[in-house]
């Protein structure tokens, strides 16, 4: 088990220019979609964390050749919609749930037995919400109770396209659905009360799939048309703004810093984040606004700000569900109370973030109220908080890397046991901080 200790800043905060690693949503999609399309896609700006790596390892499991050519350049001959091959092992998927739930999909339009586990972090995570959409379409599913890994799913003979009502605005659910609907006769149709987020829908259209998205009698509907021949492309991966996030928090709250973090990802339901610091008084300009891929990039320049608490939208949510813990040391640093509910859905993450930040935040000194729904965080108007703790990360790279942040403007240094789970997003994330002037390292 790694320990990593954030010491604070002290004087001048944090300074120069770090490059966002490569989006994890987006890296998991380029490796799965270039194995569906016949012929070989380039990847660049690939994240190299060991989710994604996890993923390439299944599609290479499930028939597709994958190489690495050069540090976040890879390369993907695909054996076409329909072409996925029995793997001959089970496919460990990690840490990622992403990873998982997206191949289940993926497994469950193909007529193939596939098994998957996990470690012990998302061994415990439900999958039931993509085992009962994925079920109408006919495949077939053995679970540990509560339909948690390891899990097997066979695929049925022909899978049969339905039109599914999810109870929850998740990405994750709406593209294992898609993903089963791709090698289904006719049109699988996903509708969601709320707008979750939509690389799959970007990237399916990229690959030449006809996909619809619409709002539709006050639902989010996406439709895909079943069994197209995808086509192979060249992708350059945006970077990762929940990654990003970190260091735009912490530049945030340590007065004198003036960082910039290049190739951010900017897809209005990935940024929700950053729209709550904003309003919180965060000085965050965006500069060289371009398309990449198909998405929405720009580079962030970030300074020590004044923040106030506020209320984060229940509706902003999906735009920013991983990015709760990191708001939460914003709020720390605060002046006035910082709310965050409607979001239950932390939960059932890598761990109970909910439970999780609350408990280690405490620890560190910093009054925060629990709900079921979420939390309320009394901020201390740019004191710092005590620090001095040490913090199980609790199998979470998120919650790891939240409170080194913190640690940073603590009175006292903090310690991360369990942070070598880092690695499955942000293997950068200490030379990162390390190079604006982070005192930040295992111990």
Known sequence: MTTIAARPLGQGGLNGAIDAPGDKSISHRSLMFGALAVGRTEVSGLLEGEDVRATAGAMRALGATIERRAEGR????????????????????????????????????HDITATFTGDASLSKRPMQRVIEPLSRMGAVFQSREGGRLPLTVTGPETAMPIDYVSPVASAQVKSAVLLAGLNAPGVTTVREPKPSRDHTENMLRQFGAEVESREEDGLFVAKVTGQPELRPQTIEVPGDPSSAAFATVAALILPGSDVTIRNVGLNPLRAGLFEVLRAMGGSIEVLGERVQ???????????????????????????????????????????????????????????????????????????????????????????????????????????????????????????????ETIATSYPAFTGHFRGLGADIAEI
């Open 74 to 109: 890879w390369s993907i001959d695909g054996v076409g919609v329909g072409g996925l091959a029995e793997p001959s092992g089970v496919l460990d998927m990690g840490n990622s749930g992403t990873g998982a739930r997206l191949l289940m999909g993926l497994v469950a339009g």
């Open 293 to 419: 891929g198909g998405e929405p990039v720009g580079d962030l320049r970030v300074r020590g700000s004044d923040l106030k608490g506020v209320a984060a939208p229940p509706a902003n949510a999906a735009s920013m569900i991983d990015e709760y813990p990191i708001l939460c040391v914003a709020a720390a640093l605060a002046e006035g109370r910082t709310e965050m509910r409607g979001i239950e859905e932390l939960r059932v993450k890598e761990s109970d973030r909910i439970a999780v930040m609350v408990q280690g935040l405490r620890a560190a000194g910093v009054e925060v109220e629990e709900h079921e729904d979420g939390m309320t965080v009394h901020g201390g108007a740019g004191k710092c908080p005590a620090g001095g703790c040490s913090i199980d990360a609790s199998h979470d790279h998120r919650i790891a890397m939240s409170f080194l942040v913190l640690g940073l403007a603590a009175e006292a240094a903090i310690e991360v046991t369990g942070a």
